[in-house]
Structure formats: C-alpha cells, structure tokens
C-alpha cells in the first residue's frame, strides 16, 4: 500500500491491491473478548476493577506501519510516499454487547480517556502530522468487527476535510478575530433551531447545511482547539461528554443503526508546521468537534449527487425528529 496525491484537491488517497473487505470479519472467537484464545498485540489498556475498561490494540491489518521512512519524492507531477504511520483498534469496552449508546457513562468516559491518551501519545511522534479518530458502524458503514470498537490512525498528513476547516478557521480569526465555531455555537443556542440537546457545557446540534440527514456534531462550549488536552485535563467535563454522545447515538439509532462518527481535533501541535499559515492562530481559531454521519440504506442520492451533498431533510425537522425521539435515560 501506499500514500498518492491528488494534485487538483490536495488529498491523499491511500491505495494498492489489498483485497476489499465490505462487511464484518467473520469470527470463530472473538479477537478482542478478555478470554479471546488469539490475543491482540496491547499498545496501552485503562485500568478498572476488573483487568481493563478500555484498550488499544494494534490493528490486525494496519493500513499504517509505525516503521520506515515516508520516502516522499516526486512521480512527474505526482506526489507519492509510503503508507507510514499508526493504525490501532480502540476497544471501547471488555464486554461484546456494550456498545456507546448502551454502556454506562463512567465506561464511555474511560474510553474517551483512553483515546485522548493515543492521540497525545502518537503525537509524540514528530513524524506524524494529524491523528485520526473514528468509528464506523453497521454493514453499510463499513464496519470491520462485531466487538465494540473505534479506530486510530496518524497520519504524516492532514485529511483533506479538516484542512479545509483550518483554512476557514484562518480566514474567519483574521477577519473578525473570533473562532467560527464558538459563533455558530452562540448562533444555534440562541436561535434553538437546531439544538438537540445540551449536557454540561457540551451541545449536540444539527449543522446549518447537513450532508445527510440526521446529521449530528457535538462542541465544547468553551474554546478549546485539542481534544486530547480536553480529554486528559478535566474529567468531569468528560463525563458530560460521555452522557451526550450516548444520548445523540441513541436518537440517531431510532432513524438508522448505521453510522459513521469521526474526531475532529487540532494538527500535532507538539511538532507545528513552520510554513503552512493555519498553524499561525490554530489554538484560537480551531475547535474540536465530533461529527457523527447516519447512513441511510434507502437515501442513497443524498451523501452526493453531481458533487453537491443533498439531504431531503432539514436540519430544524431532523433536530425536532431527534429531540422527540424516545431514547433511554
């Protein structure tokens, strides 16, 4: 495998002959099972009462090595390099049937403990550029294991999405000197439209232009570019944020079990870019967000048609929708 460019958007495509896998690994016995007979290679577990609450493996078939050199060099127009970086599997929790929207918050919580560590660890890393956090669930989402899990994967780049939201984080502080996100969150609380709920000083809200329906973020209310110092730093806001994802996916999963929910949070800012320009007011002008993306089996047409996202659904219906949704506790 390995690491191309496109010259046109700028995003890397990571590409080779590896066989495609669509749907879940079939499993004789689960790898990920405290008693699994084929045990993972632990990077780091969150301790609890009983062996574990959480733990980071390596992926079985990582897409990104930790070894090696990126060897970046030209192909004539063409930027191309190696497929180095880190790709672990986050196991949200020791029990098969404890998923996000069914586990405690306590145990939520552990786990967003533990992926604040992997992402500050791997960013250690001067190598790494961006550190990847995500989850996809259900046969149409693309999801590899039965057990509850997540991924990681750093990366000696930055996806082409959150470039695009440091870009425009950038313009928006030179123009008006105020993070864009901390606006849209004044915006939405004050007009309610589109506010699902709050929890503590974490919002979930359908966004002003959704790309599908039921489309759902979660922000911080107070300014903060990093998820990881968040996460690491202040435990009881962790705990509402444990509440508030468990909350959201659960009124997701009245409309579609199959979702795909990813981490934006800040570049490695322990090893900035000397050159790019949204480095220079990052820690003012970003602001970490999670993003979950419903797949709607029988709304194909609308994650993109003729290069225009299209959602047959508002966001102020899909709120009320999601706000009147009957979801547990």
């Given at each position: 495998?390995?690491?191309?460019?496109?010259?046109?958007?700028r995003?890397?495509?990571i590409?080779g002959?590896d066989?495609?896998e669509?749907?879940?690994r079939?499993?004789?016995?689960?790898?990920f099972?405290?008693?699994?007979?084929n045990?993972?290679?632990?990077?780091s577990s969150?301790?609890?009462?009983?062996?574990?609450?959480?733990r980071?493996v390596?992926?079985?078939?990582?897409?990104?090595?930790?070894?090696?050199?990126?060897?970046r060099h030209?192909?004539?127009i063409?930027d191309?390099?190696s497929s180095?970086?880190a790709?672990e599997?986050?196991?949200?929790?020791?029990?098969?049937?404890?998923h996000?929207?069914?586990?405690?918050?306590?145990?939520?919580?552990?786990?967003?403990r533990?992926?604040?560590e992997?992402?500050?660890?791997?960013?250690?890393?001067?190598r790494?550029?961006?550190?990847?956090?995500?989850k996809?669930y259900?046969?149409?989402?693309?999801?590899e294991?039965?057990?509850p899990?997540?991924?990681?994967t750093a990366?000696?780049?930055?996806?082409?999405?959150?470039?695009?939201?440091?870009?425009?984080g950038r313009?928006?502080?030179?123009?008006?000197?105020?993070c864009v996100?901390?606006?849209i969150l004044?915006?939405?609380?004050?007009?309610?439209?589109?506010v699902?709920?709050?929890r503590?000083d974490?919002?979930?809200?359908?966004?002003?232009?959704?790309?599908?329906p039921y489309?759902?973020?979660?922000?911080p209310?107070?300014?903060e570019?990093?998820?990881?110092?968040?996460?690491?730093s202040?435990?009881g806001?962790?705990?509402?944020?444990?509440?508030?994802?468990r909350?959201?996916?659960?009124?997701?999963?009245?409309?579609t079990?199959?979702f795909?929910?990813v981490?934006?949070?800040?570049p490695?800012?322990?090893?900035?870019?000397?050159?790019l320009?949204y480095?220079?007011?990052?820690?003012?002008d970003?602001?970490?967000?999670i993003?979950?993306?419903?797949v709607?089996?029988?709304?194909?047409?609308?994650?993109?048609?003729k290069?225009?996202y299209?959602?047959?659904v508002?966001?102020?219906t899909?709120?009320r929708?999601?706000?009147?949704?009957?979801?547990?506790?």
């Open positions: 495998m390995e690491l191309r460019k496109d010259p046109i958007t995003s890397w495509v590409t002959d066989p495609v669509y749907s879940p079939p499993e004789t016995a689960c790898r099972c405290p008693d699994a007979p045990a993972t290679q632990v990077i969150v301790p609890s009462a009983g062996a574990w609450s959480a980071s390596v992926h079985p078939t990582p897409l990104y090595h930790i070894e090696g050199e990126a060897g030209g192909d004539g063409y191309r390099m180095v970086g790709h599997v986050l196991v949200e929790n020791p029990r098969h049937d404890r996000l929207w069914n586990a405690s918050d306590d145990e939520i919580g552990q786990f967003l533990l992926a604040a992997r992402i500050m660890d791997l960013k250690r890393d001067p790494i550029k961006y550190v990847s956090f995500f996809d259900g046969s149409n989402a693309g999801q294991f039965s057990h899990t997540s991924q990681i990366t000696m780049f930055v996806p082409r999405r959150v470039l695009y939201e440091l870009r425009a313009e928006y502080f030179v123009s008006k000197e105020r996100f901390c606006d004044m915006q939405e609380e004050r007009q309610a439209a589109r699902i709920e709050a503590g974490y919002v979930a809200i359908g966004p002003y232009a959704p790309r599908v489309e759902a973020w979660i922000l209310r107070n300014h570019a990093s998820f990881e110092r968040t996460g690491l202040k435990p806001l962790r705990v509402n944020l444990a509440a508030l994802l909350r959201t996916l659960q009124r997701v999963r009245t409309f079990e199959d795909h929910l981490l934006h949070t800040s490695n800012s322990l090893h900035p870019s000397k050159t320009g480095w220079k007011t990052i820690d003012d970003y602001h970490w967000h993003e979950i993306m419903p709607l089996a029988t709304k194909a047409r609308s994650y993109t048609f290069e225009v299209y959602s047959p508002s966001s102020e899909a709120v929708q999601l706000r009147e949704a009957k979801i547990e506790g």
